[in-house]
């Protein structure tokens, strides 16, 4: 018997020992009713742990304990997850918190200054303030130099304005929109980039490729869209000023204000000045024009965010003026003289448009959109003595709605356009000098958008267009994302484009030169040319990886624009330059592979490689594009500080160009056949003292790199050899400006 | 007298017919933790029929679906979400279909979870 005792006691003593400590509680709802029975099914586990268990019914558990576990994690879907330390097993009473009532998270991951797009079925790049500030200087046609997708040449040695190309073409054959109205075309082709200034722009989406239906037929090769400051995002006050060396000085100002609850408005005024005259190249003629431009936008923005309505209204007022020249031309005396050659060209334009736009408020997915946009623009201008006039008034309008068929994985847009365009030409240049005619269309457009809400998505649009001039005609454009696997996209692309060529407004440089013009009839509608059309087929892959941790992305492009008619701008004759409807071939083809690697935090690179061979059947045989160089290569690395507490940071950037060699047109042997292939170096380094002030500097062209002879017969403009359009680089040496931001919010 | 109980009859049953919304705004939690999860919580949302409209919220965890009634309900959305592996408040996820998540997607798992906030 005393055993037994004894063994008992042991066998107690032992069991107390090894029994493992349980930790019991109840988990309830803290917004739960009064009679709360608790949670049902909380997880429960100890931090770090596979021990783990869930609640019963009642809302009690009960979980292994060991004085090493400490932190209890409890939770439940949909509410907060809690930790509690705990120290004993002291059974617990635990209310968890609903996680809706949780405040926002905030995200704070950086976003890249341009984006290639993972999502969207077309082919685009979004470039947001940050890269446009990349390269300060100073309206929309200086914005792309730090992308490579597209192109920036110049277009004469006169006025220095840049030309953007894309896929081996010029922009008339771009699509250019300012907040999805068409915007630069007409009239406005040739100067219209720089008649943007760049603090206004927001964003810039470029899409390659055939693009939407829904913004009209005349996209060939791609379109850029830009998205200007919002009174209700953009700053309180904000002052940008800007001067360089080549003497221009710009200055921008923006003011916004909320009227009421729902109505805010913003006034942007610019101002642009060129006064200096410099002719660093000795050639009596001026580097740079003289310049003037006043540019006054004021919008106004209504948001009704209940009622889902959101509606902008703009105005714009423009005026601007440019001289070039030779140096002594006084366009009061000389105007018209046969012994100084000068030229001047003066710009207004008005704009104003109006955006409706209601989202259905209990139907995330349906929306209507409403545009109309008027434009007056009206350039005077001479070069030498020959006078070129236009008036270009413009009407646009479009409606659009959006919804979906069965789920938001088809989605579908409709909608109808209207576009009146009025044109008066005189053209000193020709015979019968008087180019007056009126466009008009009336369109409807269907796009239907497939996406499987994984890895594949369609759209497939199609317009259908009654044009006075252009006839009735339909315009497909299909759009393919497929995702093999991972961060791989591959995008294809297939569309059709049609648009009336503006020959001497895209052209105008051509008058600053002795060759006489000439337009070979074919019988068509606008200046005896028939419309050009071509056919776009894309494809392209953008891959995502990680390098030794670091992001980084590849993208491989290839486009082909396929012309089945075109107004063929020959000036293969050096004393000529004729327009002629397309007899044959005329094939654009582009290969661009793109890298984006990011080095350390905040240190990014950019690579990109381009090949271009672009050639069509000219008169005289088949020839590759004049001034197009083959290959180009681009760099650009940027590094940022680390943002210190006071917002203060230091910005750096350097975009390198390579420019292969490009074929000249025939001079009679005043240039070689091809141009020598050259670089270009530009850098920036801002400095951002907090968030209202910073300021910048920068370098242009730094390795000074100039074309030797930018004027053909410069020493006799009024002879037969006068020419200033065969310009293949910067006739400008280096630059260098520097320029202040203040902003007050 | 038996016209007036028809009458009733039809309003009442009527009545109950337009209860029921072509678009209805429902949402509800769903456990989860990442854009991988996002992207499969809205696709099988989708794909259930009766849903035009899916949107899960990463930092809230919140799905919010139109659906018309007439077609489906949030009982039948939760079950197909759970049967892919998510969680809703009213249907556990199976085990087979948890075990097949992408590890990333392990929203049980404690450390899945503090990493993909770390990343936020």
Known sequence: MKRFFIVSIFLLISSS???????????????????????????????????????????????????????????????????????????????????????????????????????????????????????????????????????????????GTKQIQMLGLTSPYLLITQENIPSIRGAAQAFGLTFTPGTWVESIQITKGAGSVINGFESISGQINTELVKPSTNHKFYLNAYGAMGGRFELNTHFNQKVSEKWQTGLYVHGNY?????????????????AEQINVMNRWQYTD????????????????????????????????????????????????????????????????????????????????????????????????????????????KTGASFTYDKYDEFVSAVMNSNFDRNENSIGAFFEYAYDNADNLSVTAGLRLDYHNLLGTFVTPRLHMRYVPLGRGVLRVSVGRGKRSA???????????????????????????????????????????????GRKGDVTFDFYQTNFSNQVVVDWENPQEISFYNLEGKSIANSFQVEVNQNIIPYFNTRFSYKFYDVSTDYKSGNLAKALQAKHRFFANVSYETKTEDNDASWKFDVTYNWIGEQRLPDTNNQLPIYSDSYNLLNTQITKVFSKKFEVYAGAENITNYKQKNPILGSDNPFGANFDTTIIYAPVFGSNFYTGLRFKID | MKNIFLLVAVLLLSTSVFAQKKNAKVSFEVDGVCMMCKKRIEKAALKTKGVKFAQWDVNTHKLSLIIDEHKTNTETVKKTIASIGHDTKDFKAPKEAYDNLHECCKYRDEEVQEDHKKKN
């Open chain 1, 17 to 159: 020992l090894f029994a493992q400590k349980e930790l019991k509680g109840v988990i309830k709802d803290k917004n739960g009713p009064k009679d709360n029975l608790g949670v049902y099914g909380a997880n429960i586990h100890w931090l770090n742990t596979e021990v783990g268990t869930t609640t019963n019914k009642k809302g009690m558990f009960s979980i292994p304990y060991k004085k090493e576990y400490r932190k209890l994690i409890i939770s439940f879907v949909g509410y907060k997850i809690d930790t509690i330390i705990v120290n004993s097993t002291k059974p617990i009473n635990h209310y968890l918190t609903e996680s809706n009532t949780l405040e926002e998270v905030a995200i704070t991951a950086k976003k890249d200054a341009t984006q290639r797009s993972y999502l969207q079925t077309q082919n685009l790049v979004t470039i947001n303030s940050e890269e446009l500030l990349k390269a300060a200087c100073c309206n929309l046609s200086e914005s792309f130099e730090t992308n490579p997708s597209i192109d920036v040449n110049f277009s004469d040695a006169l006025t």
């Open chain 1, 274 to 290: 060129r006064g200096e005259k410099f002719d660093k190249n000795s050639d009596n003629f001026l580097d740079n024009p003289l």
């Open chain 1, 305 to 412: 965010a209940e009622k889902g309505w959101v509606s902008f209204i703009n105005f714009r007022y423009l005026d601007d003026s440019k001289q070039v020249g030779e140096v002594d031309f006084n366009p009061k005396e000389d105007r018209g003289s046969n012994t100084v050659w000068g030229s001047e060209i003066k710009t207004k334009r008005f704009d104003t448009s109006v955006k409706v736009g209601y989202v259905f408020p209990d139907l995330p997915f349906q929306n209507m959109g409403f545009q109309a946009a008027y434009s007056n623009h009206e350039q005077d201008s001479y070069f030498g003595l020959r006078e070129y006039n236009i008036k270009h008034q413009s009407f646009y309008s479009n409606f659009m709605f959006s919804s979906i068929i069965g789920d938001t994985r088809n989605k579908f």
């Open chain 1, 502 to 548: 503006n020959i001497f407004a895209e052209n105008q440089q051509f008058f600053a030169s002795s060759r006489t013009v000439t337009i070979e009839n074919s019988g068509g509608n606008i200046y005896g040319l028939d419309p050009e059309v071509a056919w776009n087929y894309g494809v392209s892959f953008l891959q995502g990886y990680k390098l030794f």
